[in-house]
Nanobody, 123 residues
């Protein structure tokens, strides 16, 4: 089992920045693909970014968000710049055991999920 804990959410004005962290613990030996998803009120959960042997971004965040990982700390990050009100959502990190396979953009591919952290961007 892998436990994931997100942190770093908060309230920020449009144009501002936040950095989310996702700390992994438990059976973290081996390689996992990691991803960020978000869910706004009344909307479906949507893909944001993923990192494995490649990095993938949703078109809506490309050029503004940056995903990275620190293997020594078992932590993944999401640097979010130029935030917009439409970025407001609960952000979830997720891990999948299939490091090389799949698309990494579909939530059902992931095996473990964090509890989420709220990001609110005011206009």
């Amino acid at each position: 089992q892998v436990q994931l804990v997100e942190s770093g959410g908060g309230v920020v004005q449009a144009g501002g920045s936040l950095r989310l962290s996702c700390a992994a613990s438990g059976q973290t030996d081996g390689s996992y693909a990691m991803g960020w998803f978000r869910q706004a009120p009344g909307k479906d959960r949507e893909f944001v970014a993923a990192i494995s042997w490649r990095i993938v971004y949703a078109d809506s965040v490309k050029g503004r968000f940056s995903i990275s990982g620190d293997n020594a700390k078992n932590t993944m990050y999401l640097q979010m710049n130029s935030l917009k009100p439409e970025d407001t959502a609960v952000y979830y990190c997720a891990a999948k055991k299939d490091y090389y396979g799949g698309t990494n953009i579909l939530d059902y591919e992931y095996d473990y999920w964090g509890q989420g952290t709220q990001v609110t961007v005011s206009s």
